[in-house]
T-cell receptor, first 113, second 111 residues
Framework: DAGVTQSPTHLIKTRGQQVTLRCSPKSGHDTVSWYQQALGQGPQFIFQ???????QRGNFPDRFSGHQFPNYSSELNVNALLLGDSALYLCASSFTGSGWEQYFGPGTRLTVT | QKEVEQNSGPLSVPEGAIASLNCTYSDRVSQSFFWYRQYSGKSPELIMSIYSNGDKEDGRFTAQLNKASQYVSLLIRDSQPSDSATYLCAVNNLGYNKLIFGAGTRLAVHP
């Protein structure tokens, strides 16, 4: 049973550029949530997608946007990158009605220079 | 006041001892509670979930929830060096889908 997968593993970008991160949920899961984790901090909720719509959003600017596809996979897009966007980006999948247990992928380490 | 608070540690325990990790939360309507383990450079791994007051045991792990005191804890019995990691407490409100995490407690189990 494949777990949550994310790509790429690592990414280096320059300030002002745009980036797209990808996530495939665990088999049987229909909900994808994205989190940002800065060094030494707990993950911070960015947004959640269910049935191809953004269901909930955290305190992140509009530069952060996402998408969910019919096969439940998801993308996170960040425009106009800032140095402060450097972090580990985590995707978590869950099944609606399962008690809200979320399972994380390996993450994408984004470095903005 | 932070929504979910944990002692950052490090919490140092000898091998074979019981490690006790604590977490408090501020929102009384919180309904679901989770403990994640995160090794350095890796992503969080779900190890326990608890939804009602009392204790829940799974192998060497016991989660304890006291909603009146807004307090969640994780006990690790017979601690092993492989348990050395950061333990993240997370809280969710049913119908409000995001997980709110504490900053984590670093646990070091020494031989």
């Amino acid at each position: 049973d494949a777990g949550v997968t994310q790509s790429p593993t690592h990414l280096i970008k320059t300030r002002g550029q745009q980036v797209t991160l990808r996530c495939s949920p665990k088999s049987g899961h229909d909900t994808v949530s994205w989190y940002q984790q800065a060094l030494g901090q707990g993950p911070q909720f960015i947004f959640q997608y269910y049935e191809e719509e953004e269901r909930q959003r955290g305190n992140f600017p509009d530069r952060f946007s996402g998408h969910q596809f019919p096969n439940y996979s998801s993308e996170l897009n960040v425009n106009a990158l800032l140095l402060g966007d450097s972090a580990l980006y985590l995707c978590a999948s869950s099944f609606t009605g399962s008690g809200w247990e979320q399972y994380f992928g390996p993450g994408t380490r984004l470095t903005v220079t | 006041q932070k929504e979910v608070e944990q002692n950052s540690g490090p919490l140092s325990v000898p091998e074979g001892a019981i490690a006790s990790l604590n977490c408090t939360y501020s929102d009384r309507v919180s309904q679901s509670f989770f403990w994640y383990r995160q090794y350095s450079g890796k992503s969080p791994e779900l190890i326990m979930s608890i939804y009602s007051n009392g204790d829940k045991e799974d192998g060497r792990f016991t989660a304890q929830l006291n909603k009146a005191s807004q307090y969640v804890s994780l006990l690790i019995r017979d601690s092993q060096p492989s348990d050395s990691a950061t333990y993240l407490c997370a809280v969710n409100n049913l119908g409000y889908n995001k997980l709110i995490f504490g900053a984590g407690t670093r646990l070091a189990v020494h031989p």
